[in-house]
């Protein structure tokens, strides 16, 4: 390849129309030596930039001397103006070039307006035959302002004709000097900027098509730097081409891949800059620089030589081309039982890593950039993988060769992660998932509490591909933001089979008092959120108690659940002291959850126990928390059927684990009474999960009382213990990792993989009771924090030029109202002096 494979003609002396002439809007175009699309043009002065063909231009055949053998030759052009958008025809004789070669021969061609030239200021009227002086280019990936925010998610900028259009003419005898260049006029007024010759053979203005490349850096400084977290990233520019952003790799192999446990549910970031990879599409003689976001150079090599020999090796870098060509493929995933396409996520990636999710899908969900609020529903990531929720079917490009395949669905699928050939030929690819249980079979149906920002209909595809039977969508209050507002019809929306439903509900809000999921409402309950950020409007005031939204709720007929118990730890021990608490949602794996939980239950009251996600990006699956409710013999499933035995405790949340327990013969909701004195009672508790758990414990009144454990993680685990009762109490499973401990999946939050049942309550000798008394006081002075919040320090507008949503005269009166009947609850329940 010639050291310079693109060189600018010589034509000042033909220049006679100056820059000034196409001034638009107070500039000037390009002029001098410029770089259109990697390639060089040499413009004039300002004076005498241009060469005028045309009425008012000049009527005079214009003739170039060149002498010099070439390939190709460009041109950097324009109409003056266009009459196209009035009405004028298209197609139009503008001016004629001819290219007269050293052997006589002639070769005339027409430039045509809309074919080989245009109006650099007709929108939508591009030319059909040449491309603008601007070429397609990335966004910037850190940086912007906020009004592009919504643009920037396209990731890319077409390239518009700044100043001209680039036409070229490919010599159909290359090994023949061109002799001259003649340009003639015809009817249009034609500017010539810049003409450059193409010493090489390939085609200038078109690629081939962008390939995936790897990136290994060998610089262990370079290696080390953390990818996709923000400036001063690894970027590829192509000067001839284009370059996607760089993005991280797998650290593991294709084994690896496939022999780890998670199957399904992601895989570990990695979270250095090698290996990487990037999409290009260049000509062949482009040049390709690895470099820093800051233009700190890294290397650069030959795109020709990556093409031939498909792996370059420099003293910093090895560049490798990962793809051997690629296949439109039609993937349908099939229930192995029924034979039928199955709703779920799928993913696939070359042997490299390289993700290639099926079209209207992200390879990288939001640029692998935080998704909050953004870019939500339709794709999932989880770590390092992208998957796509399709309905069964899908289409897109996949690479020839061997393709790695991650599909599932929920927890009741075995999730398919395999390895399977794409030949040639090949447009159709068959996958089946396997049911390994089916828990609606045995009157456990699923659900999450808690889910943002997806549409119903959103909801309601991916819950079906999650296995999941409802999804609780939440409308509410983000400061300035007001999310699902649309979506609020008071009613729910169910799937064609009634197996999925979707019902868009509220979660209310308070920052320091709490929140509250209001489930079963039929009108909204106002206001959504109280009392300033990050919850309601900037400088508003307390309007609400969470009491007055419970009681709100259950008005309607409403299910009252406390999400992410306990926190925010403002009114919960009121609410709860007050009876106004359907459940506790539990969404992390974490030591005080757990504590709380069981200090409530200690202290008397019967909270069941449910999953929720909180799904507030793109980066946790729906249901990926869940909560089991079992509904009784011969019941039929519907949300209010679902609701109501939630609320009497026959649930189980899951991230994963199945659980199952028996105290007795009674299931979990259940009381079990014995006599005066209490007795030893047998207790049955099993987990099964398509991700490995490590350890299954049964909780008495806080305790750990039996365990089972597998020290490499089991598919399933049971334990069998006889526990004395001495007096009231409840028992729990709970499956997770090592000793409980945590085991992380691979979503925003890196929760645990962990299950826990609500209890199997045991009555010995009277009915149900426990109190226990330091429990009861650490309530009662969290209900004391709350009134005193209320009274000295939430803002509240001036009485007498307020009327608040209640009606009531006494505002103050009616935020005291639920700390002060809590506070006597809990104290007359201390007054008695009771111990569990």
Request: some cysteine.
């Amino acid at each position: 390849m010639p050291d310079k494979p693109y060189v600018p003609v010589d034509i000042e002396r033909h220049r006679n129309v100056p820059a000034s002439a196409l001034a638009r809007d107070g500039r000037e175009p390009a002029t001098g030596a410029q770089q259109f699309r990697g390639l060089p043009f040499t413009i004039g002065e300002r004076e005498t930039a241009f060469i005028g063909l045309g009425p008012g231009l000049s009527s005079d055949r214009v003739v170039i001397a060149v002498d010099q053998t070439a390939f190709s030759v460009l041109f950097a052009h324009r109409l003056v103006a266009s009459r196209i958008l009035e009405g004028g025809p298209v197609g139009i004789e503008c001016a004629e070039y001819v290219f007269c070669l050293a052997d006589g021969s002639r070769h005339r061609v027409a430039i045509r307006e809309r074919f080989e030239i245009g109006d650099i200021l007709s929108w939508g009227q591009r030319p059909f035959l040449a491309v603008t002086d601007e070429q397609d280019r990335l966004q910037a990936r850190w940086r912007g302002t906020w009004a592009h925010a919504g643009f920037r998610q396209t990731e890319s900028i077409q390239g518009f004709p700044r100043d001209y259009y680039l036409w070229r003419w490919r010599n159909p005898e290359p090994s023949v000097p061109l002799h001259a260049i003649e340009l003639e006029p015809r009817a249009a007024q034609v500017i010539v900027a810049a003409i450059t010759l193409g010493l090489v053979d390939e085609d200038p203005l078109r690629h081939s098509g962008a390939v995936p490349v790897r990136l290994d850096l060998k610089s262990a400084d370079l290696m080390a730097r953390p990818l996709d977290v923000g400036p001063n990233d690894l970027m590829l520019e192509v000067d001839r081409g284009v370059a996607g952003y760089v993005y991280p790799l797998s650290r593991w192999s294709a084994e690896a891949f496939l022999a780890d446990g998670f199957a399904g549910w992601g895989e570990p970031v990695n979270g250095t800059s090698s290996p990487a990879y990037a999409q290009v599409a260049a000509v062949p003689s482009s040049i390709l620089q690895i470099k820093l976001d800051d233009d700190t150079a890294v290397d650069s090599v030959e795109w020709q030589a990556v093409l031939e020999r498909r792996s370059v090796e420099t003293d910093r870098v090895r560049v490798t081309l990962v793809e051997d060509g690629r296949n439109w493929v039609e993937t349908v995933v099939l229930d192995d039982t029924t034979g039928q396409p199955v709703p779920c996520r799928v993913h696939f990636r070359s042997v490299d890593g390289v993700p290639y999710q099926p079209h209207g899908h992200h390879a990288h969900v939001g640029s692998n950039q935080d998704t909050w609020h953004r870019d939500v529903g339709g794709d999932l990531r989880l770590g390092q993988l992208s998957y796509a929720y399709i309905d069964g079917r899908c289409q897109g490009w996949l690479p020839r060769g061997e393709v790695l395949v991650d599909v599932a669905r929920g927890f009741e699928y075995e999730p398919l992660r395999t390895r399977v050939r794409i030949e040639p030929g090949q447009q159709r690819l068959e996958l089946r998932l396997r049911r390994w249980t089916d828990m609606n079979a045995q009157r456990w149906y699923s659900g999450d509490t808690h889910v943002h920002f997806l549409s119903t209909h959103g909801s309601l595809r991916e819950a079906q591909a999650e296995d999941l039977n409802v999804v609780n969508l939440l409308q509410s209050q983000w400061g300035s933001l007001f999310t699902n507002t649309e979506d609020f019809i008071g009613e729910p929306v169910s799937s064609r089979d009634g197996r999925t439903v979707v019902w868009t509900n509220q979660e209310n809000r308070q920052h320091l008092l709490g929140h509250m999921i209001l489930l079963g409402l039929r009108t909204p309950v106002y206001p959504w959120c109280s009392d300033g950020p990050s919850e309601a409007d900037l400088g508003s005031t307390l309007d609400t108690t969470l009491a007055a939204w419970a009681d709100a709720c259950h008005g309607q007929g409403g299910t009252v659940i406390l999400p992410h118990f306990p926190n925010p730890n403002g009114e919960p021990a009121a609410l709860v002291a007050t009876g106004r608490v359907d459940a506790v949602e539990m969404i992390m794996h974490a030591p005080f959850n757990h504590l709380e939980y069981y200090r409530y239950l200690n202290s008397g009251y019967k909270l069941p126990l449910v999953g929720g996600t909180d799904k507030m990006s793109s980066e946790v699956a729906v249901g990926q928390y869940r909560t089991y409710v079992r509904l009784g013999a011969g019941e039929e499933f519907t949300y209010a059927s679902w609701c109501r035995n939630l609320q009497l405790g026959r649930t189980f949340l899951s991230g994963g684990p199945l659980l199952e327990l028996s105290v007795e013969g009674a299931e979990i909701g259940d009381t079990l009474r014995l006599a005066a004195g209490g007795a030893t009672v047998s207790v049955s508790a099993g987990a099964r999960s398509v991700l490995p758990i490590h350890t299954l414990q049964l909780v008495h009144n806080g305790r750990v009382v039996a365990q089972s454990d597998d020290t490499a993680g089991a598919r399933a685990l049971t334990l069998r213990a006889e526990v004395k009762i001495d007096g009231h109490g409840w028992l729990c499973a709970r499956a997770g990792g090592p000793n409980y401990e945590p085991v992380a999946h691979h979503d925003v939050w890196r929760r645990g993989v962990f299950a826990h049942t609500s209890p199997v309550y045991v009555a010995v000798g009277d009915d149900w009771t426990m109190a226990d008394r330091d429990g009861l006081q650490y309530m009662l002075t969290l209900v004391e924090g709350g009134l005193a919040y209320v009274r000295d320090m939430a803002p509240q507008r001036p009485a007498e030029r307020v009327r608040h949503h209640h009606g009531e005269a006494d505002h103050q009166g009616f935020l005291e109202r639920p700390f002060l009947e809590a506070q006597a609850a809990l104290r007359a329940r201390l007054g008695r002096q009771t111990t569990r």
